[in-house]
């Protein structure tokens, strides 16, 4: 089983309002990871959850908030977006161990709308 | 962050072709990933390489861990309308650091 399971597939919201972006794996992964997609462009790294703490926090704006509640789950807390914030937010996670190769597993996104 | 660069940018090609694209890095990187993506979907790994001078396989795709660690090449031999997407590659330098991505490469397969 390799699958990263996000909700909600798609997500419209005001600039006022507060939403849950959900993630979840049942790989016993200890890395999970926050990415923003724009169109035809690379996914770009917002967070990084190592064995459920933050490792890194690309310098995200705090209407971005992540939560890691387990191994298993991680949100992402959003508030107060702006138009801009438009896009697909994308999980994924890896097993974050020295002794085996990397291999980096991606949900099927969150398609968001701000309007 | 490091920059990967993948070309071409595009591709437009008959069915039946073989298809070759590359991504390189001013950077050593000790694991290459290779991805295809849908428009609104994630990207499905396809293929992962750890070794400098690897050559791996998955069905009509193979890709290769460069000799120099900077670079990583993926080719799809008699391409299909199916094979049409965007290929990302990814590079970690070492476990626990973060992936950096390439700038994509679009496949379009005509029939």
């Known amino acids: 089983d390799t699958e990263v399971t996000q909700t909600p597939k798609h997500l419209v919201m005001g600039m006022t309002n507060k939403k849950s972006l959900k993630c979840e794996q049942h790989m016993g992964h200890r890395a999970m990871y926050w990415y923003k997609q724009k169109a035809k462009k690379p996914p770009e790294l917002m967070f990084v959850y190592s064995y459920e703490k933050l490792s890194i926090n690309e310098s995200v704006p705090s209407r971005f908030s992540p939560e890691c509640p387990n191994s298993s789950l991680l949100n992402l807390h959003l508030h107060a977006l702006q138009p801009e914030d438009s896009a697909l937010y994308l999980c994924?996670?890896?097993?974050?161990?020295?002794?085996?190769?990397?291999?980096?597993?991606f949900g099927s996104g969150t398609q968001l709308s701000v309007l | 962050g490091q920059q990967l660069n993948q070309s071409p940018q595009s591709m437009f090609i008959q069915e039946g072709e073989d298809v070759s694209m590359n991504c390189t890095s001013s950077?050593?990187?000790?694991?290459w990933l290779w991805y295809k993506q849908d428009p609104g979907e994630g990207p499905v790994l396809l293929i992962a390489l750890y070794k400098a001078g690897e050559l791996t396989s998955n069905g009509r795709l193979t890709a290769q861990f460069g000799i120099t660690r900077k670079d990583s090449f993926l080719n799809i031999s008699a391409s299909i309308p199916s094979d049409v997407g965007i290929y990302f590659c990814?590079?970690?330098?070492?476990?626990?650091?973060?992936?950096?991505f390439g700038t994509g490469t679009s496949l379009t397969v005509i029939p």
């Open positions: 990814a590079g970690q330098q070492n476990t626990g650091n973060q992936f950096y």
């Open positions: 994924a996670s890896s097993q974050d161990r020295a002794d085996t190769g990397e291999k980096l597993f």
């Open positions: 950077s050593i990187f000790n694991t």
